[in-house]
């Protein structure tokens, strides 16, 4: 496998815990349009800083301002309101390009009426590097992205895994200073998408340069990211490491975006110090920490991940929190058993349990069951 | 039973417009082929005697007619990419939701019939018409100047009244442009010149060349134009081949002259096809 060392700058990544100047930077960048005459507010206010090296996700629904957010890096779109900066350079103005960046886009825009080669060596072209050196780092970048010999070939002559890798490959070649990606794997099915996810992480490692990744595909986004930011509604509404995102969601649409998770709301009960009861049916008793401050009486939501729950068909003892409910389906996986089950209060909890040790099921349709939890896996949603 | 009829139904979708082609345009072209080789007169008759001389005959007594239709269609064909393409990029990149009622603007002069369109512009180039007459009276131009029966008025008319036919195969390439494949060539550092030149343009060329086809063949063989517009100076081979079949009568001459036309227009196309037409074109543009 070639090495490929990215543009300048990027050298400086080895040295750990050095100060460095954020790759890409996003100052409270607002975007509105004219649609019908309505002003709509695609991103209402967005703030990050994306490390140099880094892969970082944006991640959300259709809609949420995630590619508005990424073209703005990217220079499609002009802010309305805020600065974009790269390197530390204030780029809000300066035209696509001009800008030290590459872009994958989601359909791939690859030139129909060019060769392989031809496509991967436009961006090195316009920049004026000589023939020789285009020569090479055409070569280098095709064998990183696994396309040597097929330099010929037309886009529409190839499948859409391979038009993914050139798409990667003529972005990368010009050793941008960041790699944007709309959705790349979009249009690939799944066993393609999972293939590309291994490989783009592969690459990304290889070449070193920093990718932000734009997807509504939660699973994509945890598997490949060092950091995402989940968008809501023109929003982040959380910006953290995938475990974080995934274990401690900070907000009820992170909580119902981001896997399977299951939410319940209770009045608060008594406070003990760290804890905190809520009372939701009878013969429920869930307990949860008081990080967030709360006073008996407050109503709270609060979400638990369905892998963390277990289900009994006898009450359990010790202080898990407990809730009582029916259960109303029960889908056996293969690898896990998937539970549905009602509480009193009519709120629908998911639980796995996983195959571990046997198949059996614990309980059937209709038999009243109690879920237990550890404390520390109920999460307060602000 | 139902697989024969599976295999026979696209032969039946293709019999109504085939048999139409075989009897409006082989049979008749067989007939002028025969008629070009033949010898004699109206009033005697004709009889096949592959007499080449009406060949020999035309094309000397009329070479100049020839070259002279060449080149107006070449000048019209040129003059409707120049003036045709900005209109069709506009309204492919710009029109927004209003493309359609562009399009329909620029297919309106066919709601006119095609005598009549170019009959006005006689009327708008006459010499002391509403264009000429206010400029020769403000002094603004001499007296005695004229526009009509010069190859300008010809090969204006020409231009204009095929119009159409450039920009709306020229709009279609250019409408199927993926925009995003523009926003690509400039995050790869393109300015809009060099993206205009390396993608815009090479896309497109496959539109220009069915527009080309569409105008510059019309266009040659015409002899509206001519004899509305141009005078004694400005006589196209179509009006030669009309006066030919119509007046004199001279049915090998004219059918002579026509079958010159046609091969001279086929060689030209393919010679065309061949320097500019289907992915030659583009590998040579992408370079």
């Given at each position: 496998m070639t090495e490929i060392q990215a543009g300048t700058g990027v050298a400086e990544t080895a040295a750990p815990g050095s100060q460095q100047v954020p790759a890409i930077e996003l100052d409270n960048v607002v975007k509105e349009y004219t649609s019908h005459g309505e002003v709509v507010r695609a991103v209402k206010g967005v703030s990050l800083s994306i490390a140099e090296g880094e892969f970082f996700s944006l991640l959300g629904p259709s809609g949420c301002g995630k590619t508005t957010s990424m073209r703005m890096i990217a220079g499609f779109e002009d802010p309305t309101q805020g600065v974009v900066r790269l390197h530390g350079q204030d780029v809000t103005s300066v035209p696509p390009n001009k800008r030290d960046v590459n872009m994958v886009f989601q359909s791939y825009a690859l030139f129909p009426h060019m060769s392989v080669w031809e496509n991967v060596a436009f961006g090195l072209k316009r920049k004026n590097v000589d023939a020789a050196e285009i020569k090479r780092r055409v070569g280098e970048i095709l064998e990183v992205v696994d396309l040597t010999g097929r330099e010929k070939r037309r886009p529409r002559e190839m499948s859409g895994g391979q038009q993914q890798r050139v798409a990667l490959a003529r972005a990368l070649v010009n050793r941008p200073r960041a790699l944007l990606l709309d959705e790349?794997?979009?249009?690939?099915d799944l066993k393609l998408r999972q293939a590309m996810q291994i490989e783009l992480k592969r690459i990304q490692r290889d070449v070193g340069i920093t990718f932000v990744y734009v997807t509504h595909d939660q699973g994509e986004a945890l598997t490949m990211s060092d950091r995402i930011a989940v968008m809501n509604d023109g929003l982040v509404d959380q910006l953290a490491d995938p475990r974080e995102i995934y274990e401690r969601p900070a907000t009820k649409f992170v909580a119902g975006f981001i896997g399977t998770s299951n939410l319940l709301s209770g009045v608060v009960q008594e406070v003990t110090g760290s804890t905190a009861v809520l009372a939701l049916g009878p013969s429920d008793r869930v307990v949860i920490s008081t990080e967030t401050p709360v006073a008996v009486g407050d109503s709270v939501e609060l979400t638990v991940r369905p892998e963390k729950i277990t289900i009994a068909t006898e009450q359990p003892a010790g202080d898990r929190s407990v809730v009582r409910g029916t259960v109303s389906e029960v889908v056996y996986l293969g690898t896990s058993n998937n539970y549905a089950v009602v509480l009193a209060d009519g709120a629908e909890i998911t639980v796995f349990q996983q195959n571990a040790h046997d198949s059996t099921i614990t309980a059937e349709r209709g038999d009243t069951v109690w879920l237990s939890w550890q404390p520390q896996h109920s999460y307060v949603l602000r | 039973m139902r697989t024969l009829r599976a295999r026979l139904t696209p032969y039946a979708l293709v019999l109504p417009g085939g048999l139409w082609l075989a009897i409006f345009f082989v049979i008749p072209t067989l007939v002028m082929l025969s008629l070009s080789l033949q010898s004699g007169n109206v009033v005697d008759g004709f009889a096949f005697t592959w007499n080449w001389h009406s060949y020999v005959d035309g094309i000397t007594t009329y070479h100049n007619q020839i070259v002279r239709s060449l080149l107006y269609g070449l000048s019209a064909t040129i003059i409707q990419i120049v003036i045709g393409f900005p209109v069709a990029y506009w309204i492919a990149f710009k029109g927004g939701s209003r493309k359609s009622v562009y399009l329909f603007l620029v297919l309106l002069p066919f709601l006119v019939s095609f005598v009549l369109r170019t009959i006005s512009w006689q009327f708008l180039l006459s010499d002391n018409g509403i264009l000429l007459g206010p400029l020769k009276s403000l002094g603004v131009l001499p007296q005695d100047f004229h526009i009509l029966a010069t190859p300008y008025a010809v090969i204006g008319g020409l231009s204009y009244n095929f119009l159409p036919f450039m920009i709306l195969p020229m709009y279609v390439a250019l409408e199927r442009i993926d925009p995003r494949l523009l926003e690509a060539a400039q995050d790869l550092y393109a300015s809009k010149v060099q993206t205009f030149l390396r993608v815009v343009l090479p896309l497109s060329l496959p539109g220009v060349f069915a527009g080309v086809l569409m105008t510059f063949v019309p266009a040659s063989s015409d002899y509206v134009n001519s004899s509305v517009l141009g005078g004694t100076n400005t006589t196209m081979i179509g009006n030669v081949i009309q006066n030919q079949f119509l007046v004199n009568q001279d049915y090998p001459v004219a059918s002579a002259l026509s079958f010159t036309l046609m091969a001279l227009l086929l060689v030209g196309i393919f010679v065309y096809a061949r320097a500019l037409g289907t992915e030659d074109v583009l590998e040579v543009a992408a370079r």
């Open positions: 790349p794997l979009g249009a690939l | -």
